[in-house]
């Protein structure tokens, strides 16, 4: 049983599930009522904006060649700014306008990132510093204050059905998880994973290194997007800053996934388990009463513990002999 447990721990995406048992469940001890009546749909709509801010994370970062996408969370901060200082005023605040407009505004800046990263070839890193600095601009150019009010329909996925038992604002994670399932069918998956491992193979063996990439910011931009509509259902409001927290908190979801930061080996599962196990540990700090403060410092902790601990994981499976690494 011990062997068949230190093989399990082998795998990055069964240490993130291992820590995510246990995180709920030290959760349930120290808050029974965590689960209790409506608190399911709390949480959900909580925990959604920091999922999909994950998951727009891991494109760019799959893409390799540094692509560590900083503007992720002043990007969903723009469009929730957009939908309550723009669409709603002018009376396109309705779901079936405001939806495909926000994910078409996160898409488009996704695709000015890949744009100059893969085209211009300037370090992603610089690009999305840089992207992040105009969002966060621009936010406070739109709404230079929070105000109040958003469309009904955010307030209607804010609540639940089936008698409380399915938050319906997991209807945008499933969205994603649709848009990132057709583009591992179509192949579009594989071949970011590829240029991500190495983008000379990949380009030696055919593939358009920097279309792909381009694809990959485009997409993680209509994450963006979707994260963007998720945050306003959580504030209900407009805020120009409530974005910006959620980049480190995507970039270290991604880590704690099993991700590797430096490309070309993960997927979306792991990542996704990585935002709720972030939302557990913060759920537990505030149960011991420790400062919101240290939550920054929590998480800085994480992302070097996660780093190191891929690194470890991706050394043995590169050193495993090669009848056993498809055990």
Known sequence: MIAALRRSVRSP??????????????????TPSMLAGNRLSSIATLLV????????????????????????????????VVIVGVLLPVGLGAGIVAIPLCLAIGAAFGAINGVLVAYVRLQPVVVTLGSYLVLSGLALIVMPQPVGGAPVWTASLAGSALGGFV???????????AIWLIAAKVGLVGLIAAVGSDDRAAYTAGVDVRLVRFAAYTLGGLFAGLAGIALTVLINSGDPTA??????????????????????????????LGAIC??????????????????????????????????????????RPAGRRLA
């Open 13 to 30: 995406l069964s240490v993130v599930v291992l820590l995510l048992a246990v995180l709920l469940i030290a959760n349930l001890i120290l």
């Open 49 to 80: 904006p920091s999922v999909l801010a994950a998951m727009a994370s891991v494109p760019s970062i799959l893409s390799g060649g540094g692509g560590l996408d900083l503007s992720v969370g002043p990007l969903l901060g723009f469009v929730n």
């Open 167 to 177: 938050p319906l604002v997991l209807i945008l994670v499933a969205a994603g998880i």
């Open 243 to 272: 974005g910006r927290q959620y980049t480190l908190m995507a970039i270290v979801a991604v880590a704690l996934g099993g991700n590797a930061l430096a490309g070309g080996r993960g997927g979306m599962l792991g990542p996704i």
């Open 278 to 319: 972030l939302y557990l540990i913060q759920s537990m700090l505030s149960a011991l009463n420790v400062p919101s403060l240290w939550i920054q410092v929590v998480y800085g902790a994480v992302l070097v513990v996660a780093v190191c601990m891929n690194s470890s994981i991706a050394l043995r499976l590169l050193t």
